[in-house]
C-alpha cells in the first residue's frame, strides 16, 4: 500500500483495530472470564450472554450483544469470502448470503438487546409481522429486488467477474447484492442497477467473443496470392497470439474500399482478452504482410493538369439529341422497376 493510501486509510485502519481488540479481549472473557472472574461476578454473568439474564446489568447484557452478535457476522462473512476466492463459480452466491448474514445479525441485535431491556419480543415479533404486511404493500419495489436478486443467483444469469452490458453499460461484475448489481467499466466507473431493472442483458463471459481484424490491400496487388500467404501462415498466427481460442479465420473480402480491398479475420477469444486480440491481429497481419512485400493502401492525391484547349462538338450536337431521346424512350419505366 502507498504512503498516499495508507494515511488516507489510516482512520479505517484505527477503527477497525481497535474494534478487533475489544472483540478479542470480549471472547477472552467469555471463554475465561469464569476462571478469572469466578462463576458468580456481576461483571462476567453481564457480558456472558449464554448465562440467564435474570439479575444481571442490563448494560453490560446489551455490551455482549453489541459485542458478539457483530463479531459472529463479520467473522462468518470473512470466511465464506475467503472460500469464494478459491472458487471458480458460487461467488455470486457467496455475496449474496454475506449481506444476507449482515441484515439478519443487525435485525437479531436489535432483539436482543430489547430483550435485554425486558421488552416482550413475542408480542414485538407479531406486532413487525403485521407492520410488515403493510409496509410490504408499500415496499413492491424493494421485494421486486430482492426476488429478482435471488433468481440472478440461483439461475446462473451472471457471476461476479463476469461481463455484461446491461441499457448500453458495459462493464465487469463487482458484487451482486440483495438489492442492487454493481457494474464497473473499463474507466474504473461503477454504476449500480436494482437487480428488478436488469430486464435485458448480454452475458460476453458465457461464450467465447469474436475479435474481428480488416486489413486493406492495394488493387494492383494479386488477390490469390495474398491468400495463398495467408493460408501457409495461418498457424504462425495463431501461435503468435496465444490468447486465440480457436482460429484466426480468415473471411475473405468484406468490403471493395475507394483504395483498396479489405480482407476480413476473425477469432474466437475469451472477451476479457478481445481488444488485445485484435491489436495483436492488427500487428501480426501488418509484419506478414511487410515480410512478403503486400502494401495496405493509403490515401493519395492524384493531381491533372488543365488543358487550356477542350475539343467541341458542335457539328455533331443533333446526333447526341437524338441519341439522348431514343435512350429515353428504351429505358422508359425501368427507373419505376427499380424501385419496386
Known sequence: ????????????????????????????????????????????????IFLDKDGVNVWLRSLGYAIFLPAVSYLVRLILKQVAK???????????LCSFIKYIAVIALIFAILSAWGVNTAALLAGVGIL?????????PLI??????LF?????VFEVGDIIVVDGFRGTVKEIGIRTTQIEDAGGDVKVVNNSDIRTLVNMTSQLSLAISEVDIEYSESLERVELVVKDNLDSLRKNIPDIAEGPFY??????????VTLRFTAKCPETQKYQVERDMNRQLKLLFDRNGINI??????????RSERPTVTDRSADAEKFIDEQRK???????????
Open 330 to 340: 428504351l429505358s422508359k419505366g425501368m427507373d419505376d422497376d427499380e424501385q419496386n
Open 144 to 149: 421486486e429486488d430482492i426476488i429478482a436478486g
Open 152 to 156: 440472478i443467483v440461483f439461475e446462473h
Open 132 to 140: 410488515s404486511l403493510i409496509v410490504g404493500l408499500g415496499a413492491q
Open 86 to 96: 478459491r472458487l471458480k463459480k458460487g461467488k455470486a452466491l457467496v455475496d449474496l
Open 297 to 306: 493502401p493509403f490515401t493519395q492525391v492524384v493531381v491533372h493538369e488543365a
Open 1 to 48: 500500500m502507498k504512503k498516499t493510501e495508507l494515511k488516507n486509510n489510516l482512520p479505517v485502519i484505527v477503527i477497525k483495530t481497535l474494534c478487533a481488540a475489544i472483540a478479542l479481549v470480549y471472547f477472552l472473557f467469555l471463554i475465561a472470564g469464569k476462571q478469572i472472574f469466578g462463576a458468580e461476578n456481576a461483571f462476567y454473568r453481564g457480558i456472558n
Open 251 to 260: 473471411m475473405g473480402v468484406s468490403k471493395l474500399g475507394a483504395s483498396g
